[in-house]
């Protein structure tokens, strides 16, 4: 690769939105070349280990950020090729049509896309297909419209799992199979068959996969568009500035700083930003120039506001029975996800996490000082652990935000209390079913390592709308096809369009909107 080589598009970031992105102009046949802030994630035995992964945050980037009092905190991001879909859950679920509306919470409004569900819908069943998606639509009353079933049937409950839907069901509410993504095929048991890639274990959930089974960015896409001549890879690549010719209207230079500390300068007819919502904006801001005084994109002054990363609670419940589920991340429930019967205003989301073990509960220990049983050893309560994650959303306010201090060090600002009325009741209504749902009802415990050691602020796996879409340039830093307002050939497709997050987990949709934007700039590009 020549450093003076030009190129028609050069995407920053290879994960959910720019790993995508790059697997769909691959055959394209247009030179492109993806830049990766670091390196291939190391296949060791440590990808499955709890307490390398978990508590001694061994994949995680070693830098810190500062929160609005300038106290520092470890982010819960990752950089290697694939992004943080190296280390998610696979839970890929759609927005609901209400959600790309304006929609009235407790702490208040969640505003309106300028895109509808109708807009993105072809787009969401492309991505499920192609990120191997296991589910069936329709047994969620609340979703969607839909044009295609999921190319791959649910995952199936183990007998506890099974055993919790059926009670659920028996007091009148809907808990479905959780679309997943995994490389997965079943058995008439539901094990996995002898040429299976995913091996239905307990590492699901927050870990690497050791056998590439769980679809990430990596192998679905990024690994298929390098087969394509004309897709360039270089890692170790921090892209630090992006430049702009004499107009202020394109982006002519992409300066980086290589892993042997030099500096080198890529240029295309397009450039795609997608480091992450914080990094994404981060990028931006440190680009400003006398064009663009406030960063680029930002004539609206909404670059790195508006941040949202949802109201998350990890919960863990301890079943009377033993438990022995391995992959237990099949069930979800939305049925208070707009609302209750006593309450007006949307609550969120239930589904289940990766399955909790002796090393995490050990970790977790000194947190439940009190609230855990005495006499119930790390490895019986492991046993007998059921794990629930509850996503409510958080409203994006544009005090949440991404900033820059005067050595380049990002700090972010958040509201941690931002909404959170409904999650609350959300999980009080978990609380409320435990005996009903056979656990032990006074045993539901914060599982904070999931949280980031029980840092809500540290906890960006789900950072999302710090470069929000919008018709309007006054209000908005891009176009409906994410391109920026105020520059020619500048596009964002990560998470960080986002004008609202749902209450569900965002990779899907960034996935979807990267194929949408990604027909845009294959026509663009002729």
Not at 346 to 364: F, V
Not at 396 to 405: A, C, E, G, I
């Amino acid at each position: 690769m020549a450093e003076d080589q030009h190129y028609d598009v050069v995407i920053i970031g290879t994960g959910a939105g720019g790993g995508t992105l790059a697997h769909r102009l691959a055959p394209t046949g247009k030179r492109i070349l993806i830049l990766e802030r670091g390196g291939h994630l190391p296949r060791e035995r440590d990808n499955w280990e709890s307490t390398a992964v978990f508590v001694k945050s061994r994949y995680r980037a070693p830098e810190f950020w500062y929160d609005r009092h300038g106290n520092p905190f470890p982010p819960e991001v990752n950089y290697y090729v694939g992004g943080n879909t190296k280390f998610y859950g696979a839970a890929l679920f759609r927005l609901r049509p209400e959600d790309f509306g304006e929609l009235r919470h407790h702490g208040g409004i969640s505003p309106a896309w300028p895109i509808r569900y109708e807009d993105l819908e072809p787009y969401y069943t492309q991505a499920e297909h192609l990120y191997l998606v296991h589910g069936r639509h329709g047994e969620d009353p609340g979703e969607g419209p839909v044009s295609a079933q999921y190319a791959h049937p649910p995952v199936r409950h183990e007998p506890r799992i099974q055993q919790l839907s059926d009670d659920l069901e028996k007091h009148g509410l809907h808990p479905f199979h959780l679309p997943i993504g995994v490389n997965l095929t079943q058995d008439a048991t539901g094990g996995a068959t002898h040429a299976s890639v995913c091996i239905r274990c307990n590492r699901v959930d927050g870990f690497p996969c050791l056998v590439r089974g769980k679809a990430d960015a990596e192998v679905i896409c990024v690994e298929p568009a390098l087969e394509h001549d004309n897709v360039t890879l270089v890692t170790g690549a921090h892209v630090r500035t992006l430049e702009t010719d004499g107009t202020g209207r394109t982006v002519s230079a992409v300066v980086a700083e290589l892993a042997d500390g030099s500096t080198a300068r890529f240029a295309g007819d397009l450039v795609v930003v997608a480091c992450g919502a914080v990094n994404s904006a981060a990028l931006l801001l440190r680009s400003a120039n006398d064009r663009h005084p406030g960063g680029l994109a930002n004539s609206s002054d909404t670059v790195g506001r508006h941040y949202m990363r949802h109201n998350n609670l990890a919960l863990m419940a301890v079943s009377k029975e033993p438990n022995d589920t391995q992959f237990q991340k099949t069930l979800a429930m939305n049925d208070w996800y707009l609302g209750s019967d006593d309450w007006e205003y949307p609550l969120g989301g239930i589904q289940m996490l990766g399955k909790s073990d002796a090393d995490q509960i050990r970790g977790e220990a000194p947190r439940w000082a009190g609230l855990a049983s005495p006499d119930m050893p790390f490895e019986v309560l492991a046993h007998h652990a059921v794990d629930f994650w509850l996503c409510g959303e958080d409203l994006p306010h544009p005090d949440n935000r991404v900033t820059l201090d005067g050595n380049g060090d990002i700090h972010l600002a958040l509201d941690e209390k931002n909404n959170i009325e409904g999650l609350n009741r959300l999980q009080h209504r978990l609380q409320g079913m435990l005996g009903k749902l056979g656990m032990h009802p006074h045993h539901l415990l914060p599982h904070s390592l999931y949280l980031h050691k029980g840092m809500p602020i540290g906890a960006t796996a789900h950072q999302a709308g710090t470069v929000r879409f919008g018709t309007d340039p006054k209000s908005s830093a891009l176009d409906v096809n994410c391109r920026a307002h105020d520059l020619d050939n500048l596009y964002v497709v990560d998470t960080s369009f986002f004008p609202s997050i749902g209450a569900v987990n965002p990779s899907l949709t960034a996935i979807a909107n990267a194929l949408r934007v990604g027909d845009h700039l294959t026509e663009r590009l002729g």
